[in-house]
């Protein structure tokens, strides 16, 4: 759809200001510290003060969320949604349940296996008595979520519908094929998952390697169906337009199919993904037991650990920092958007129109085009699983470096949509103070992306460099060490936050030597300047990119 001149001038100003108030604030420290130095400082010191609350916050909102993941882990979805058929009859087995697990009795032969069975006896029967209460409170809440949903607006989950689609370009068939074996590892019925594999024209071979991956899985899925993605009309090249029409071969296929829409689900994810074994089965139970599921979005935090300890350390310690974050985010509910992989009603798909064509970062893009139609009843509900994505590799350091910076300029061009998504906040017929928060935290985030290490790194420095008297002043003098003193309680948080992920990482294949492990816990001092490079900069370039109009294209990240 054509916009007007009125439309495209709006547009293009709220294309401008990002770039000029990056580089407005980057460049403050020098002309500020000149002009008004004590502005500055305190400008700094703001920045500062509010860079430790952002960490101190992320690191509370990451340990709940790595709490509620190993709490979801060591669920079985499957039989959670089987007490649906008769709940009831549920809640009396888990009753059973907690009174067979009150009788069981503390024994040392629990305790075989390694590395337990050398601990003193002492604290054996402190961890037989910790795990026995931990298991009876999970049993109880089980029952009381039985009784909350029993009055709800349930779906027979036997009637659900699950729809995948993964769209893909030039990725080898070992990426596709690992994608593939994951969804057929899921322990939500496969006679209930249909697949889409969505193949782009514009490379010949791919459409080939759809039809051989139909040949070969299509008896394990209730459907498996291909597409081949003509470039047309207003479409660009990227995951949106291939999702759409995807989504346009899926929706024929459906009715022919006769099946009610308002019972199925659609995901949409990348062709890497590695999807938890019980996402399907956690997803179908929250979608059953929702009474909003016609307006929720339901995700997992993407995790870039499949091929973790593959790639080189910079990589590394970039990508532990973008799944922490991810992680973090999902505990946070009122922030918390679809990133990569997500899943949501067929109905609520049709509602927004299937995905729009002509823009790249069509993840968050989905929820604002949800919010503009239905308000304050959409969020996305998180799924605490653990999914798993390729971090950027490439053949050599300098083709990992570039292919990793495309894929995090990429995901800030984002900021490409702050014009779209303000002039439909304002022409919606309903506007309440949600939608402002989520429209304008969005936006702040976005925007801030580019300046905070910037700032963090250069901020308290230049100005004492810059102007001789203010670095002769006390409060010149002190400025650089208080803000050094903020960095260092954020770098300790970072630690804390580093040592509880390791165990969420999947561990090695190989067995490797305890100096080589102590040797790689080094890496973990480069993370401001990997942050840097891996956040500031690309997030800079896509701000520069768009106040200049040089549109960027949608650039695969190279898969291995």
């Known amino acids: 759809m054509k916009m007007s001149k009125k439309d495209r001038f709006i547009k293009r100003l709220f294309e401008i200001y990002p770039g000029i108030l990056a580089w407005t604030v980057i460049t403050s420290p020098f002309w500020g510290g000149i002009l008004f130095p004590e502005v500055i400082a305190y400008f700094v010191l703001v920045f500062n003060a509010f860079w430790v609350y952002k960490s101190l916050s992320s690191v509370l909102f990451f340990i709940i969320g790595y709490f509620k993941i190993r709490d979801a882990e060591n669920a079985d979805w499957m039989s959670k949604l089987?007490?649906?058929d008769n709940i009831e009859a549920g809640k009396k087995e888990l009753v059973v349940e907690i009174n067979e697990l009150e009788d069981v009795k503390f024994s040392d032969d629990i305790f075989k296996k390694k590395p337990f069975q050398n601990i003193p006896l002492f604290l054996k029967k402190i961890l037989f008595n910790m795990q026995?209460?931990?298991?009876?409170?999970?049993?109880?809440?089980e029952i009381k979520e039985l009784e909350k949903v029993q009055n709800g607006n349930l779906l027979n989950w036997k009637e659900i519908h699950q729809v995948i689609i993964v769209p893909f370009w030039a990725e080898p068939y070992p990426v596709l094929k690992r994608s593939l074996d994951r969804l057929v590892s899921q322990t939500f019925p496969k006679s209930q998952?249909?697949?889409?594999?969505?193949?782009?024209?514009?490379?010949?071979?791919?459409?080939?390697?759809?039809?051989?991956?139909?040949?070969?899985?299509?008896?394990?899925?209730?459907?498996?169906?291909?597409?081949?993605?003509?470039?047309?009309?207003?479409?660009?090249?990227?995951?949106?337009?291939?999702?759409?029409?995807?989504?346009?071969?899926?929706?024929?296929?459906?009715?022919?199919?006769?099946?009610?829409?308002?019972?199925i689900i659609v995901t949409s994810c990348d062709c890497d993904t590695q999807f938890?074994?019980?996402?399907?089965?956690?997803?179908?139970?929250?979608?059953?037991?929702?009474?909003?599921?016609?307006?929720?979005?339901?995700?997992?935090?993407?995790?870039?650990?499949?091929?973790?300890?593959?790639?080189?350390?910079?990589?590394?310690?970039?990508?532990?920092?973008?799944s922490i974050n991810n992680i973090a985010t999902a505990a946070r509910i009122d922030k918390f958007i679809q990133v990569s992989s997500y899943s949501f009603s067929w109905k609520l798909l049709e509602d927004i129109n299937f995905w729009s064509v002509d823009i790249?970062?069509?993840?968050?893009?989905?929820?604002?085009?949800?919010?503009?139609?239905?308000?304050?009843?959409v969020l996305t509900r998180p799924i605490f699983l653990r999914n798993l994505s390729d971090a950027a590799e490439s053949i050599g350091h300098a083709s990992t470096i570039k292919n990793q910076y495309e894929?995090?300029?990429?995901?800030?061009?984002?900021?490409?949509?702050?014009?779209?998504?303000?002039?439909?906040?304002?022409?919606?017929?309903?506007?309440?103070?949600?939608?402002?928060?989520?429209?304008?935290?969005?936006?702040?985030?976005?925007?801030?992306?580019?300046?905070?290490?910037?700032?963090?790194?250069?901020?308290?420095?230049?100005?004492?460099?810059?102007?001789?008297?203010?670095?002769?002043?006390?409060?010149?003098?002190?400025?650089?060490?208080?803000?050094?003193?903020?960095?260092?309680?954020?770098?300790?948080?970072?630690?804390?936050?580093v040592i509880l992920d390791f165990f969420i990482?999947?561990?090695?294949?190989?067995?490797?030597?305890?100096?080589?492990?102590?040797?790689?816990?080094?890496?973990?001092?480069?993370?401001?300047?990997?942050?840097?490079?891996?956040?500031?900069?690309?997030?800079?370039?896509?701000?520069?990119?768009?106040?200049?109009?040089?549109?960027?294209?949608?650039?695969?990240?190279?898969?291995?």
């Open 82 to 84: 089987k007490r649906l």
């Open 132 to 141: 026995k209460r931990k298991t009876g409170r999970h049993l109880r809440s």
């Open 193 to 263: 998952i249909s697949v889409v594999l969505g193949a782009e024209e514009r490379y010949p071979p791919a459409f080939k390697l759809a039809k051989r991956l139909q040949k070969e899985y299509k008896d394990k899925f209730e459907n498996l169906w291909i597409n081949n993605h003509v470039l047309a009309g207003e479409d660009i090249i990227g995951k949106a337009s291939n999702m759409a029409d995807c989504g346009k071969v899926a929706k024929r296929k459906i009715e022919e199919l006769k099946w009610d829409k308002s019972k």
């Open 276 to 322: 938890d074994k019980q996402y399907l089965a956690y997803l179908a139970y929250l979608f059953v037991t929702d009474k909003d599921r016609y307006t929720h979005f339901y995700a997992a935090p993407m995790l870039y650990y499949a091929n973790f300890w593959k790639v080189p350390f910079y990589s590394r310690v970039a990508n532990t920092l973008f």
């Open 360 to 377: 790249i970062p069509e993840d968050f893009h989905m929820f604002f085009k949800a919010l503009f139609v239905h308000y304050d009843k």
């Open 407 to 497: 894929q995090v300029k990429r995901w800030a061009w984002g900021v490409s949509d702050h014009g779209w998504m303000i002039m439909n906040l304002l022409r919606a017929k309903k506007k309440t103070f949600y939608m402002f928060y989520r429209v304008f935290h969005t936006i702040f985030d976005h925007v801030t992306w580019s300046v905070i290490s910037f700032i963090l790194m250069f901020g308290a420095n230049i100005p004492t460099l810059v102007n001789k008297d203010f670095s002769r002043t006390v409060f010149g003098q002190k400025l650089p060490q208080v803000s050094s003193f903020m960095l260092t309680i954020t770098t300790a948080t970072f630690i804390f936050t």
């Open 505 to 560: 990482k999947p561990r090695r294949k190989e067995k490797v030597s305890i100096l080589k492990l102590i040797l790689e816990q080094v890496q973990w001092i480069t993370f401001p300047v990997v942050s840097f490079i891996f956040g500031a900069i690309p997030g800079l370039d896509a701000q520069t990119r768009l106040l200049f109009g040089k549109y960027m294209e949608y650039r695969l990240t190279e898969k291995h």
